[in-house]
T-cell receptor, first 110, second 115 residues
Framework: AQRVTQPEKLLSVFKGAPVELKCNYSYSGSPELFWYVQYSRQRLQLLLRHISRESIKGFTADLNKGETSFHLKKPFAQEEDSAMYYCALSGVDYGQNFVFGPGTRLSVLP | DAGVTQSPTHLIKTRGQHVTLRCSPISGHKSVSWYQQVLGQGPQFIFQYYEKEERGRGNFPDRFSARQFPNYSSELNVNALLLGDSALYLC??????????????FGPGTRLTVL
């Protein structure tokens, strides 16, 4: 079965501090992993996807198949990073379904 | 382009009633996905439609159904509403099947309240 867990409901850090949002998954095939973000009063939007290995707004995420993790990291948090972050998983093995984690609310304090 | 649009914005129904939610994808997008988001939880996948065919189904009862029209817009239907169906219903569109190579773009959602 597909499952995504995000252990922290709320994460508070000070501006300039490093940030790590944790995501673990269970999937028996070849997963596609994503991070989505929802800023206040905005729509849910894609932040990054594992296959592109890109850095978006200073965020990166590395897929670790051994630990089944896809943690989101940023070396220096900014106040505008405050938002709700969702880790998501997809794969053709289950009919192209998407599974979202419960989300972590990141609060960056001044 | 206004992006993905959904109607209505809010809806109040009573238990046992039926509801239809509508979604218009971004122009040129051929895939529409539906999600249910209960307060405090992440979105839960309900359906994905591509080229008018169902291509993915989440773990929802048969009371939930959907369809996609020739213009790629979509409807989500829920029969015999239960209190637990109260949620934000999100629609997302993508050029092809949503995944790594086809980004999903989300609408603002329809807030359904079942009394």
């Amino acid at each position: 079965a597909q499952r995504v867990t995000q252990p922290e409901k709320l994460l508070s850090v000070f501006k300039g501090a490093p940030v790590e949002l944790k995501c673990n998954y269970s999937y028996s095939g070849s997963p596609e992993l994503f991070w989505y973000v929802q800023y206040s009063r905005q729509r849910l939007q894609l932040l990054l996807r594992h296959i592109s290995r890109e850095s978006i707004k200073g965020f990166t995420a590395d897929l670790n198949k051994g630990e089944t993790s896809f943690h989101l990291k940023k070396p220096f948090a900014q106040e505008e990073d405050s938002a709700m972050y969702y880790c998501a998983l997809s794969g053709v093995d289950y009919g192209q379904n998407f599974v979202f984690g419960p989300g972590t609310r990141l609060s960056v304090l001044p | 382009d206004a992006g993905v649009t959904q109607s209505p914005t809010h809806l109040i129904k009573t238990r046992g009633q039926h509801v239809t939610l509508r979604c218009s994808p971004i122009s040129g997008h051929k895939s529409v996905s539906w999600y249910q988001q209960v307060l405090g939880q992440g979105p839960q996948f309900i359906f994905q439609y591509y080229e008018k065919e169902e291509r993915g189904r989440g773990n929802f009862p048969d009371r939930f159904s959907a369809r996609q029209f020739p213009n790629y817009s979509s409807e989500l239907n829920v029969n015999a509403l239960l209190l637990g169906d109260s949620a934000l219903y999100l629609c997302a569109s993508s050029l092809g099947l949503a995944g790594t190579y086809n980004e999903q773009f989300f609408g603002p959602g329809t807030r359904l309240t079942v009394l």
